[in-house]
C-alpha cells in the first residue's frame, strides 16, 4: 500500500518567515494530495490540494509543488502568522479513495 | 456545501460498554465513509471504509467484531466501539468524498472517547 514520509515533525519560525514541510510518497499511481490543518481536539481541515496533472498551486499564502517524478510535495507558508500554529498532515491517495497520512508537522510560529 | 456531521464530539464511558458514534452527511449523499482513528500526537489511521448497503471493510489489524460499522443510508454511517476498553479511548474521525469524481474529502470534526 501507500507509504507517505513527512518531515520535519516538529517545525518552530519566527512570524513572518516561511515554513516548508516536505513528504514523500511510494505509489506512482497516487494522483492526489492534500495537505491539512489540525487544531487540537478537531478534524483535519483542508487547506489546499493538487493533482497530479499539475505542478505548483497557490493559494494566497500557502502554496504546494509536486515533483512526480521524485514522487515528493511540499508545502510552502509564507508571511506566517502565530494563527498558522498547528499540526499539519500531507496525504495520497489514488482516484480520491483511501487517503494515507504522514505522520504530521507541528508547527509553531513565535510573535 | 459538502458537510458531515459528527456526534457526539466527546464521550466518557466505562469499561466493558459500548459506544455509538455517528457522521451525518447534510447537503450530499456519502456512499463511502472512512473512519480514522488518532492517537495523541500521532497521524490519522485508517480503521475501515464503509459503503452504503454493503459490508464494511476493515483494515489490517482492526477487530471488526469490535468496531461495529453501519452504514445503512446515503446519510449516515455509525461506529459502534463495543465493550470498550481504556486502550479504546482515542479521537475517531470520519470522512467522505465529496462527490464521485475529483472533489477531494470532507471531514467530521471528531470523537474524543474516554474509556474509564
Known amino acids: 500500500g501507500e507509504n507517505v514520509e513527512q518531515h520535519p515533525s516538529t517545525l518552530s519560525v519566527q512570524e513572518g518567515d516561511s515554513a516548508v514541510i516536505k513528504c514523500t510518497y511510494s505509489d506512482s499511481a497516487s494522483n492526489y494530495f492534500p495537505w491539512y490543518k489540525q487544531e487540537l481536539g478537531k478534524g483535519p481541515q483542508l487547506i489546499i490540494d493538487?493533482?497530479?496533472?499539475?505542478g505548483e498551486k497557490k493559494d494566497q499564502r500557502i502554496a504546494v509543488t509536486l515533483n512526480k517524478t521524485a514522487k515528493h510535495f511540499s508545502l510552502h507558508i509564507t508571511e506566517t502568522q502565530p494563527e498558522d500554529s498547528a499540526v499539519y498532515f500531507c496525504a495520497a491517495s489514488i482516484d480520491d479513495y483511501k487517503l494515507s497520512f504522514g505522520a504530521g508537522t507541528t508547527v509553531t510560529v513565535r510573535a | 456545501g459538502a458537510v458531515v456531521s459528527q456526534h457526539p464530539s466527546w464521550v466518557i464511558c466505562k469499561s466493558g460498554t459500548s459506544v455509538k458514534i455517528e457522521c451525518r452527511s447534510l447537503?450530499?449523499?456519502?456512499?463511502?465513509m472512512f473512519w480514522y482513528r488518532q492517537f495523541p500526537k500521532q497521524s490519522l489511521m485508517l480503521m475501515a471504509t464503509s459503503n452504503e448497503g454493503s459490508k464494511a471493510t476493515y483494515e489490517q489489524g482492526v477487530e471488526k467484531d469490535k468496531f461495529l460499522i453501519n452504514h445503512a443510508s446515503l446519510t449516515l454511517s455509525t461506529l459502534t466501539v463495543t465493550s470498550a476498553h481504556p486502550e479504546d479511548s482515542s479521537f475517531y474521525i470520519c470522512?467522505?468524498?465529496?462527490?464521485?469524481?475529483?472533489?477531494?474529502?470532507?471531514f467530521g470534526s471528531g470523537t474524543r472517547l474516554t474509556v474509564v
Open positions: 493538487i493533482r497530479s496533472n499539475v
Open positions: 470522512s467522505a468524498p465529496k462527490k464521485s469524481g475529483t472533489n477531494g474529502y470532507t
Open positions: 447537503d450530499f449523499q456519502a456512499t463511502t
